[in-house]
Each structure stands twice: as structure tokens, then as C-alpha cells.
């Protein structure tokens, strides 16, 4: 059922996309942006299975930050997907601090939230510290490379598709390495590496569609962008 739910769950956040863009533009899209982003930190803490592997469930909630600011850098320009980082970047690091500073509070006797706020919210310093960077690094350079694929081939799909999976290479590799290096065999890293980083493409791939469909809408409103 773990991926029946998932391609429930991936149509839905992609289409939610697409909506948000095509009714509230680029300022819809960077609340859109922060909302992802603070969806998949809190999804993040839940681990699944899918096709036998252990993964996260926050993987689409992220993966659909690159879908959003890849619709930015190509029918608003690089400035507004540089900003959409920014945003999403600001929403994850003072999410996560005023998470971690309300369970400071001392909870009344009949609270009865606070161990689940603190299973969920506890913060590890080098986990937090892996899931910024890598976010900082991966998103800019995933704008960065798909106006140079633009540039050059001036193809839609290998734009989107180039430029995501590239920049999610480089944020697996990112968040492992600062987040889990010295923790765990070598190998067993590497696994998990690779897991994490195959389904990233998998999403990645099926994002195609929906940029696609942002394409359509514009032309049809006469911004035509991209060549095919």
C-alpha cells in the first residue's frame, strides 16, 4: 500500500504545484516553497518502506521544491528562483529553531503533547546542519545548471530533468556525508546513499509532466518560454 499512498501522494503535491502557480503566480509559489519545506522536515521523521528499501517520507514534500523552483527559473527568471531559496531556506532554518525553543517550556501537568513534540522536534545539530547545507548547495545549484542547460539546448525536458538530478546528487552526497559519515560502515552508507538518491530520480523524472503542464497554460496566456 506504501506505494500506492506515494502515487496518490506525488500526483497530489505536484498538481497542488501547479494550481498554486497558476492562480497565485510566483509569490504563491514561494509560500508554496516554505510549505514544502516545512513538510518535509516534520515528514522527514517518519521512515518507510518502498520496494523493500528504508526511506524517509519527507523525499516528494522536498522533491517538489525543485519542481517549483524549476517553474520559477523558467517562466520568472533566475532572480525569482534565486529568491524561492532563499525563502524556502529562511522557512526551514526558523522552523527548526522555534521548534526546538517551544519544547524549552516547561508543559502543565494536563499537557499531553509534549513527548510527541519532542520525538518529533528534537533537533540533532549535525542532522540540522547536513539538511541546511545540503538544501542551500542543491537548490542554487540545481537553478544555476538549468539556466545553462537552457542556454545551450533550450529543451524543457533536459533542463528540468538535467538540472534536478544533478543537484540532487549533489544534496544526497551533501547531507550523508555531514550528517552520517563515521557513524555507520562505509557500505552500509553507501546504500543508503543510493537508495535515497535512485528515488530522488524516480520523483524527479515524474515532475516532467507537470512542468509540462505549466508550459501549456502559459502558451495559452502567451508566454511561451522553452522550446519543446
Known amino acids: 500500500m506504501n506505494i500506492l499512498y506515494r502515487i496518490i501522494y506525488l500526483i497530489f503535491t505536484f498538481t497542488t504545484t501547479v494550481i498554486v502557480y497558476k492562480f ?14 516545512i513538510l518535509s522536515n516534520i515528514q522527514s521523521v517518519k521512515m518507510v518502506d518502498i520496494f523493500g528499501y528504508t526511506t524517509v517520507l519527507g523525499n516528494i514534500a522536498y522533491s517538489n521544491v525543485f519542481l517549483a523552483t524549476d517553474i520559477l527559473n523558467e517562466f520568472d527568471g533566475k532572480k525569482s528562483a534565486d529568491k524561492s531559496v532563499l525563502y524556502g531556506f529562511l522557512s526551514m532554518a526558523i522552523f527548526t529553531l522555534l521548534m526546538s525553543f517551544s519544547l524549552l517550556f516547561i508543559p502543565n501537568s494536563f499537557d499531553t503533547s509534549q513527548e510527541s513534540l519532542t520525538n518529533i522536534f528534537t533537533v540533532v545539530p549535525r542532522i540540522c546542519i547536513a539538511s541546511l547545507i545540503a538544501f542551500l548547495c542543491s537548490q542554487f545549484f540545481d537553478v544555476f545548471i538549468y539556466q545553462k542547460l ?39 552508507l553507501a546504500i543508503m546513499a543510493l537508495t535515497m538518491y535512485v528515488l530522488k530520480v524516480i520523483i524527479a523524472l515524474c515532475d516532467t509532466v507537470f512542468i509540462y503542464i505549466v508550459k501549456k497554460i502559459k502558451k495559452r496566456e502567451g508566454n511561451n518560454g522553452h522550446n519543446l
Open 24 to 37: 497565485s503566480g510566483k509569490e504563491g509559489t514561494y509560500i508554496w516553497i516554505a510549505v514544502s519545506v
Open 150 to 188: 537552457k542556454q545551450r539546448y533550450n529543451k524543457l525536458w533536459l533542463s528540468n530533468n538535467g538540472s534536478t538530478i544533478l543537484s540532487q546528487l549533489i544534496d544526497t552526497i551533501i547531507f550523508i556525508v555531514i550528517g552520517y559519515l563515521g557513524t555507520m560502515p562505509l557500505s552500509e
